[in-house]
């Protein structure tokens, strides 16, 4: 079992920037991908982005690109997800996922609670 803690969500005005970080727990012995996925209210949970174990394999939603960042501290069982010039449209319940196959472009089956991110305009 692998346990995932989300922290760092909060309320932001247009244009500003949060740091999520996903800390993990237990059976994180495994060379995991690590992924950002969120939940926006009324829609589906969407991939945001994903980080290989050594950090040289990273990918991310078109949406995105340019202003989020992936990163992890493997020392830490920690990743991050930098996010700048966040839009009202970023607002949503942002998860953790552990896993990620990168050959079924799939998450893993380990997913942490999920932490608010609202933008306001």
């Known amino acids: 079992q692998v346990q995932l803690v989300e922290s760092g969500g909060g309320l932001v005005q247009a244009g500003g920037s949060l740091r999520l970080s996903c800390a993990a727990s237990?059976?994180?012995?495994?060379?995991?991908?690590m992924a950002w996925f969120r939940q926006a209210p009324g829609k589906e949970r969407e991939f945001v982005a994903v980080i290989n174990w050594s950090g040289s394999i990273v990918y991310s939603q078109d949406s995105v690109k340019g202003r989020f960042t992936i990163s992890r501290d493997n020392a830490k069982n920690t990743v991050y997800l930098q996010m700048n010039s966040l839009k009202p449209e970023d607002t949503a319940v942002y998860y953790c996922?552990?896993?990620?196959?990168?050959?079924?472009?799939?998450?893993?089956?380990?997913w942490g609670q999920g932490t608010q991110v609202t933008v306001s305009s």
């Open positions: 237990g059976r994180t012995g495994g060379r995991n991908a």
């Open positions: 996922n552990a896993g990620w196959s990168y050959s079924a472009s799939s998450p893993g089956g380990y």
